[in-house]
């Protein structure tokens, strides 16, 4: 059984990589930590645990793809089935996923981009 401190919640590394992507800058935005929990998707492993007890089970790419993060990145919407929650990442695999993201200048240039997307139509909306 793997031990609980071999593990991070998926949303705490989400915000690891934001640190890393954007250092200095803080999170303003939850659908920010969801684009990052599916960039660290592609590069790491995901698994589900639903408690301490019982050991992490491999989220399949398939899944991956056929969901959307939400929330923070704490959960994995799919169509028709219930939501899956406590997803985790190994953290022997977290130090190498987060130096290819922050090494990964078209990424960086993407998720820049929709970040200043998004705020610029919250401010839209706003009537700012």
Request: proline content about 5%.
């Amino acid at each position: 059984m793997a031990d609980e401190l071999d593990f991070i919640p998926l949303a705490r590394a989400a915000a690891l990589a934001h640190n890393r992507v954007f250092p200095g800058e803080t999170v303003r935005d939850m659908k920010m930590l969801d684009l990052l929990a599916l960039a660290l998707s592609t590069v790491v492993p995901l698994y589900q645990r639903e408690n301490e007890k019982e050991a992490p089970r491999a989220v399949d790419k398939a899944t991956i793809a056929a969901g959307r993060f939400t929330r923070g990145a704490t959960r994995l919407e799919l169509v028709g089935r219930p939501p899956l929650r406590f997803l985790v990442v190994a953290r022997r695999d977290l130090s190498a996923a987060l130096e290819a993201l922050a090494k990964d200048a078209a990424f960086i240039d993407r998720i820049s981009t929709v970040s200043r997307l998004r705020d610029r139509l919250s401010s839209l909306a706003r009537g700012a």
